[in-house]
């Protein structure tokens, strides 16, 4: 057993944990900082999807390593964690090592939802882990011989691994409970437009409908298929259960820190543990308030762990630099052939179901100009405002490889709580190669703030 000494612990190397670090190198020079992680190697989680098709192999889709972490100031452990004692400032490690921290950062995120569906432990069944030694056995071992998969789970995960292994000549079908895939992040006007292109790429989607038995095939240790509710039975050699993650809470549960309903450890507005000041929590395994409605709950995304991983490593030693996290807002985006989606903030289903009254603004362009421009992509933004105050509630966007910055855009303008005069009165670059000849998000506001004006002069 070793007794080792350290400023900064992190236990967990995503991206909560990695910004965490990286962040508190830069605001706190000379802190030792040490990040446990279980494995060497680690996938980043987005690029998992890709990594079985565009990618192409794993050591493609890699976190920063054992000689990158040093470069920026943090020494990496290969372990596990299996105890912390907050009183006394100490993790240990699964070989029985002893580490003791001024500071810790817990950043153990998530693991994947498996409800108890029959059949659900037989080979060829799988989820989506973030573990390089999981991901490994899965892309040499499984996917190879694979001819026809189920997913369940019409979602992000969903979405785009049914279109990447499709390009490696598998049927895929998508099973989803709800009435239509990505239904609970986009408006019709997004999801209809998607699902329309996975059909035509031959993926079969079968939505108002769930799994109830996964099969077994001839040799009953695998998978042969799957039965939904109403006795239909779609064959498979495999099948992926992609219908979301929960918390890993047991490391916080077992040291005694509050946990939300979820099971998430309760944080304040800097990511410290409501119990101990000098203990933070980032990404999935840290609570999610609501940007609008303060209400518990949010998105479990990279770039919400990654942002929670900034405030906490700003404020690991003071709070004088002020940086809080004011909320969750769902910034996302997707991608399947050249057909990109993204949004940020509510759609106006959510909108309204949380109370608020709204109006929708719509624009569509081409990404560049004029339009014979190569590589222009049609754009479609859509966005959300209260009728009132016409402040941006949430936008979504349809288009091509601009999507991603566009909802970037669209975020940054909800957490600064502009109104839709603002964003009409903004000035944008315009060049051919690279934007739209008329900003997307200062149409769609534009036609937000008609809808507003015509309303109002109706009314007086």
Known sequence: MKNISTDV?????GPGGLLAGITTAQYWPGK????VRMEKNALVPCGIPYIFGTLGGLEKD??????????MGIKLIIG?????????????????????????????????????????NLEGVFTIHKNYSYQNKLFREIIPGMKKLVIIGGGFIGVEFAEEIEKRGVEVHIVEKMDH????????????PVEEYLADRNIHIHCRSSVETILPADDPTKVGGVQLMGGEIIGADAVLIAIGVRPRKELAQEA???LGRRGAVLVDGFQRTLDYLNIFSVGDCAQKQDFFTRREGGALLASQAAAEGRIAGMNMYSLQLLRQNGGSVAVYAGMVGDLAFGAAGMTATQARQAGFSILVGEARSLDHYPPAMPGSHEVYCRLVFTRESMRLLGGQILGG????????????????????????????????????????????TGSALQQHLHTRATFH
């Open 401 to 444: 490889a601009t999507t991603g910055e566009l909802a970037n855009e669209i975020g940054f303008l909800i957490q600064n709580r502009v109104t839709a005069a603002e964003i009409a009165g903004f000035q944008t670059c315009m060049h051919p190669r690279l934007t739209a000849s008329a900003h997307p998000i200062t149409e769609a």
């Open 80 to 120: 596990r964690v299996t105890a912390i004692k907050p009183q006394e400032r100490v993790a240990i490690l699964d070989n029985g090592d002893h580490i003791s921290y001024e500071r810790l950062v817990l950043s153990t995120g998530s693991e994947p939802f498996v409800p108890p569906i029959p059949g659900r």
């Open 9 to 13: 612990l992190i236990i967990g190397g």
């Open 181 to 192: 895939l990505l239904a609970t992040v986009f408006d019709r006007e997004i999801y209809l």
């Open 32 to 35: 030792k900082i040490t990040m």
């Open 256 to 258: 005694g820190l509050r």
């Open 62 to 71: 890699m976190l920063p390593g054992t000689e990158q972490l040093h470069a």
